[in-house]
């Protein structure tokens, strides 16, 4: 298979730049979209490189629609169009309750982790026109699209929109070979859970309540979204998968 260019957002940490790294490993092109660390992303382009890719860092709003544009364009002026999209860039919940979030609470989270989703995906299409051939969206969501948390609300009702995106997606761009899912992580050793990364105990007090005992790695999740990308799963379309341990599994248990 010819080497891949592949677009990662939020791709300067977390599970994004474990994806780019990922990417990088199959000797794909990886353009690295950050929102505002230049020397984090400078950090992943370098991981990439290292594991045998080529990389770009491109600053990038998600939420902006012609900071998209731009970003998509630089790409696109040096490699062409991307082959794969992995919107990664997001926010974590906070544990507001919906009685005392603010208008600008909720707006900043539906902004980046939905209709940033939306613009990029969007953007990705628009510079690969009618052409048909293998493509593969990846949107990054959460277990949370579906099992609620207290405190959540902004945050699941994006990761839920998210979901009805990656069907309907799914469905519109499928005579185009474009093919769209979702990844459903789990409690994922990332930076949106830095109190568990430096907390052991802590950390164990979540671990006891997955099936498996832990918390998963960044490059598990990697490792999907290249699977996933791949013409191995050339007839997968329209799928959330879901990768949390067993987490999700307890949510009914003990009452």
């Known amino acids: 298979m010819a080497a891949q260019t592949v677009i990662v957002t939020g791709a300067e940490s977390g599970i994004g730049a474990a994806c780019a790294e990922a990417f990088g490993a199959t000797g ?8 505002s660390d230049q020397g984090a992303a400078d950090i992943s382009a370098e991981a990439v490189r290292k594991a045998g890719g080529e990389a770009m860092t491109v600053q990038v709003g998600v939420d902006d629609e012609a900071s998209v544009d731009q970003a998509f364009a630089t790409v696109e002026k040096e490699w062409g169009a991307a082959d794969v ?8 919940m906070t544990g507001v309750a919906v009685r005392d979030m603010t208008l600008v609470h909720w707006q900043r989270m539906i902004d980046t ?28 969501s959460s277990i949370h699209a579906y099992a609620v948390r ?20 799914a469905i519109e761009e499928a005579p185009r070979g474009v093919r769209v899912n979702a990844i459903e992580p789990g409690m994922i050793l990332t930076p949106m859970n830095a109190k568990a990364q430096a907390d052991p ?5 979540l671990e006891k309540n997955i099936p498996m005992g832990r918390a998963g790695k960044a490059s598990e999740v990697a490792d999907l979204a290249v699977f996933l990308a791949s013409d191995k799963a050339r007839y997968i379309t329209g799928a959330r998968i879901v990768i949390d341990g067993g ?9």
Not at 113 to 139: H, M, N, P, V, Y
Not at 201 to 205: D, E, N, P
Request: aromatic share 6%; with cysteine; net charge positive.
């Open 28 to 35: 794909a092109r990886v353009a690295i979209l950050f929102h």
């Open 201 to 205: 105990a802590y950390r164990a007090s």
């Open 85 to 92: 999209l992995v919107n990664s860039a997001g926010v974590n």
């Open 113 to 140: 982790d939905l209709t940033g989703a939306f613009l990029t995906s969007r953007r990705f299409l628009t510079g690969r026109g009618e052409a048909k051939g293998d493509a593969t969206i990846l949107q990054i």
């Open 150 to 169: 207290a405190g959540g609300a902004d945050y699941c009702a994006a990761k839920g929109g998210l979901t009805t995106l990656v069907e309907t997606l």
């Open 247 to 255: 987490l999700s599994l307890m949510q009914a248990l003990g009452a």
